[in-house]
Each structure stands twice: as structure tokens, then as C-alpha cells.
């Protein structure tokens, strides 16, 4: 199978903290890839390389065929085929649900009116929003703006998904609803999925294989069940005892 | 006083039509002006950066009076001809651009940064995600300071007096001249501004209602 997303030597800094060491990973097309790991462990900037919202100093970011560290490289065409999540959302506040699903697809793919509406209430009938199309996000709750952000990527029609800590910013009652919606797109054969989280049981269900970052190092990478039956890690053993002590 | 307005009617008018016309120029300019220099302001080059910084500290740091005389002076010489009321009105937009372009800087900057993140992370451009997703926001958020900027280019416009612009200030100073009423004259004066500023404080805080 050949790889959507290949991490070659990156290395990150910002300014002389080293945030990402040695990174090497590859990512096949298809895959569901969980990445954990405490706090400040650079989870969030691996992701966030991956769309370049983060920009790497060193080494190659193959994405989808494309070094995104290569200067010729167009980062716009790529996003489109990179869909993100985000912990907080991120809802164009000035814009109601089915627009926030709407604007990228126009201005960006240059779909038109009337395509776009049709697929964009196709999605939101799909994360179950369809009535709350014309609420403003102000209106809805932190599980349903959050439905609709993933509705709002998946409307740019990419190959690959990052989720960076989708749940962590909601009301306990509302993550089902969400891990729901990510379980559905993560399924579809042909989209790889990249996500961050700390949700245990989820990841277990999910994944094909595990991650398990420290200190910005990738400490161990191993299919789902290997991973949490055995972990080769020693601090990827004791992260799991402390987490799942609870 | 009423006789004072009635026998200089004509005169009042068309200082008023030109403060309004100036105003209005102004107005329009500095917006468009002062929103691109706030961009500038926030862009990831650093370049661009440096140019909006250094154009809203030389303009905002200068007194408008002195930013106008050069216009009428130093341009005419140098460069083209033009009247009081032109080189007035251009001082007026660029001294006003300076403080729209701090307004609106601090709207952008209020904006969360997860929206800008978020529109660039779908693929759109730097300038797309403005147009679309921030400055929609930053403007909504500095309506009220920028009915102040406004309100404030009104009253400015009265430097147009000191270069010949014939506008309400320099039509009172030559009615206060030749009546010898200057008192009368100045308070009728002082009313046409607040012909012209009153609505536009009720219509900012009417909008600022409305957007809320």
C-alpha cells in the first residue's frame, strides 16, 4: 500500500526548544492512526506539520505525493485534500452551520450553488444537524458545533483527516455523539485518519495502530492490541497504567 | 443670530457642502486605506509588517495640521498642482487612515486565532480567510471606536480652513470677519458640525444595536 502521510528525519523547533525529534513515520492510505501521549508531549504539533500549520525545520513531510518543506510546494492545494478538527472547534463565528459547511467548498473548490448546498446538507443530515442549519454556532452546543466542524472538513471531500483532540473541550455527555461521527468517517475505506486524543476505549476501537509520544519523540508505534496488551515502551506502559487507572 | 444665518446663508451652505464633501471623501479613503495598512499590520511577512507600522507611526505621530500644509505646500512645488481643498482633504484621509488602521488592527487581533487557523487550514488563502471569515468579525467588534474615528474626521476637517478648502470653518472665519459677529457666527458654526456628527453618533450606536 503506498503512504499518504511520511515524516522523514523532521525535526522542529521553536526557537531553541526542540518540539519534534526525529520524526519518522509513515502513514498508509486508509489507515487510522491514534496518536497519544502526556501533555506537551508535541502530539499536537506532529498534526499540525502534517497541513502545515506548523512549519518544520528540517527533513521531508510527504503528503499525499508532496513535500510540504518544499518551498515549490502549493500548502493551499494540499489543505484542500487534508481535512482538520480542531479542539476548539473552531466555527467561522460569523457565519451560520450550513455556511460554515458552504464557504470553503465555493471560494476554495469553486463548486457551485447549488452542488454545494445539496452535499453540505447531505453532511449535516449525516452528523444529524440537518435542523440546525441555520442556527449561528453561538446557538448550538460544544458536541454539535463540533459535529459540524468534522460535516464542514468532510464538505472539501479529503483524503485524510487530522483530529487534534476533538473531545477534549466537551461536556462529558457530548463526546459519545462525536466519537460516533469520527468512528463513521474513519471507517470509510478509502480516508486516513490521523488523531490525537486521550480517550482510551475509543482509541482501542478505532485505530489499526497506536503512536505513543514523549518529549517529542515518537517512544512506540505498534498495531492497537500489541500496543495496549503489551507495550514494548517502558513510558508508554506507565502513561497506559496511569490512564487507565481511571 | 437668526438674521446672521439668513444673511449668510449661501455662504454657511456651501462651507457646509464642502465639510461634508471632504468628510465623506475622507471617510471612504481612510477606510479603505486604514483596513489595508491593518492588514498589513498582522500578515505573516515581516515585511509587510514593517511597512504597515512605520506608515500608521509617521501619520499618527504627526500633528494633521502639519501633514496638510505639506500636502499643500510641498506637493504644488514638486509634484502637481492642486487646490486647498484637495491637498486638505488628503491630508485629512491619510492623517485618519493611521487611526482606522490601529482601529481595525486591534479588531483583527481581538479576532480568535483559531479562525484565521481554521479558514487556512480549508485551503484558503491568507487574504480569503480576511475577507470571508476575520475582518467580518474585527469590524463588528471596533464599530464604536470607529464612529469615534469618524465623529473625529468630521471635526478635523475644519484644517481645511488653514489652506483655502472653503469649507464650514473658513466660511465662519470670513462671515466672523466682515459682521464683526463673531460669537453668532461661531455658534452657527459649531451647529452645522452637529448637523453632520450627531446622525452619524446615533447611526454607529444603531448599528452597533443591531450587530450585537
Partial sequence: MSSMIEFRDVQKYYGKFHALKDINLKIDKGETVVLIGPSGSGKSTLARTVNGLETIQEGQLIVNGRDIADKSTDINRIRTDVGMVFQHFNLYANKDVLENVMLAPRIVLKLSEEENKKTAMALLDQVGLADKAHNMPSQISGGQAQRVAIARSLAMKPRCMLFDEPTSALDPEMIDDVLGVIKYVTSQSDMTSLIVT????????????????????VLEDDETNKFFKHPSNERASQFLGKIIKH | ??????????AFISGFG?????????LFFSLIIGSLFAILEVMPSKVARVIGNVYVEVFRNIPLLVITMFFYLVIPLYVVKINGFTAGTIGLTIY???????TVRSGINSVDDGQMEAARAQGMTFWQA?????????FKLVIPPLGNQFINLVKNSSVLAFVAGFDLMYQGNAIASTTFETVNTYVVVGLFYLVITLPISYYMQHLERKLA
Fill in chain 2, 130 to 138: 480576511m475577507k470571508n471569515v476575520v475582518l467580518p468579525q474585527a
Fill in chain 2, 1 to 10: 443670530m437668526i438674521k446672521l444665518l439668513v444673511d449668510n446663508w449661501s
Fill in chain 2, 18 to 26: 464642502w465639510t461634508v464633501l471632504s468628510s465623506l471623501l475622507a
Fill in chain 1, 198 to 217: 486521550h480517550e482510551m476505549g475509543f482509541a482501542q476501537e478505532v485505530a489499526n495502530r497506536v503512536i505513543f509520544m514523549a518529549d517529542g519523540q
Fill in chain 2, 96 to 102: 485618519t487612515s493611521a487611526f482606522i488602521a490601529e
